[in-house]
């Protein structure tokens, strides 16, 4: 009988430990990382799987405590490991808002009322082991064992609910990280996967391409919705977890990248084509986007640019403008942006989409779905 009560033993904590490492690793370490952030005021970094398996073996621990001084070793040893839960829980019921200071929020009496709560609950169920009978039977098939294990995975499955699961947080802290990781190519892919309504999604994307000199080559690829103010945290609900503000603010606003990208989000050919003149090393090739709006401005004003003409997209230029008004491409220079999608024949707005879905005309002419 003490084999089939060992067994349960190590069963429980095997459970517990391989699911609390997993929960911790593979979902909570983004939200924990903020956490630590915050709370060192970025001092420290949070490192997964060491202060992960940390997290988890303080908490067998602590189980291994609470077991020691209840003895609860049959039917209501689950009883043993809610201590251990509730403080995982506590500890990764971390809020977005986080970043405006940290809070013990409703947990200041939740925490000590379910912890007497729990402990109350031991005191009764070592009570009635005193009188509870043994029975004999195989490990895997003993109620014992099932006793212990339901109730462990409920309360598993309870603490998922109660603790963080924003899911648009928990992408942002990802992304964030894998921006300070230098993985600028997984960040920008991963922005894609925030919801549309996300505020910060311009901004992450901008930075990993800027942190990858791709700004002016890519930013236009995917459709753009705001303005240039999104492009820097502090508006709005554009924040960020990780990633300093000031900094961004700061690059953002000087960086000659940043401003040009700002001009043409903006759709301000005129001050981007000033810019562009001005402050851009005249010996670098311009990225596509760049050459794609000089090429508009020079043909909007007639202006004949032997500096950084390209012949090639000038070309698509002349394409695209066909594609879009026909043969009545010449007044486009007149309403550059006051295009009736409606107008557009489908055939023409499918193959619009589909050889210029990616590049700044696309996005100046507003074709975005």
């Known amino acids: 009988m003490s084999r089939i009560i060992s067994g349960m033993h190590i069963l429980c904590a095997l459970v517990f430990c391989l699911f609390s490492f997993s929960y911790l690793y593979f979902y909570q370490s983004d939200v924990l990382a903020v956490a630590q952030h915050v709370a060192s005021d970025g001092k420290t970094y949070y490192i997964p799987f060491v202060y992960d398996l940390i997290i988890t073996i303080i908490l067998l621990l602590l189980q291994i405590c609470v077991f020691k001084i209840s003895k609860l070793y049959l039917r209501f040893h689950w009883l043993t490991y809610l201590p251990s839960l509730l403080i995982l829980t506590f500890i990764t019921d971390v809020p977005p808002s986080i970043t405006e200071g940290i809070g013990l929020g409703v947990w200041i009496w939740v925490f000590p009322l379910t912890l007497a709560i729990i402990a109350f609950a031991i005191y009764l169920a070592r009570n009635y082991q005193e009188i509870e009978p043994l029975q004999k039977e195989a490990l895997i098939m003993s109620n014992l064992l099932w006793m212990n294990i339901i109730p462990i995975g409920i309360c598993l499955t309870l603490m998922g609910f109660i603790s963080s699961n924003d899911l648009e947080f928990h ?81 953002v606003r000087l960086n000659v990248e940043y401003v040009l990208c700002r001009k043409l989000i903006d ?55 066909f594609l879009l008004a026909g043969e009545d491409s010449a007044k486009m220079c007149k309403s550059p942006i006051r295009i009736n999608k409606n107008l557009i024949p489908h055939p023409s707005r499918l193959k619009l989409k589909e050889q210029f879905g990616n590049t700044y005309w696309y996005y100046y002419y507003k074709l975005e779905d």
Not at 183 to 210: C, G, H, I, P, V
Request: aromatic residues 12%; positive net charge; contains cysteine.
């Open 267 to 321: 759709r301000d050919l005129k001050s981007f084509s000033f810019v562009l003149h001005k402050y851009y090393p005249q010996d670098v090739k311009l990225q596509k986007h760049y050459r794609e709006a000089l090429a508009l401005d020079n043909d909007m004003t007639s202006h004949c640019d032997s500096l950084w003409r390209d012949s090639v997209t000038e070309v698509s230029l002349s394409r695209f403008k």
């Open 171 to 251: 992408k942002q802290a990802h992304i964030e990280r894998l921006i300070l990781q230098g993985e600028y190519e997984k960040a920008y892919d991963m922005t894609f996967q925030l919801a549309k309504d996300n505020q910060s999604a311009l901004m992450l994307r901008s930075y990993a391409l800027w942190l990858g000199n791709q700004l002016g080559e890519r930013l236009f690829e995917h459709p753009i919705y705001g303005t240039s103010k999104m492009l820097a945290p502090g508006r709005d609900s554009i924040k960020t977890y990780l990633l300093p503000e000031e900094p961004l603010k700061r690059r």
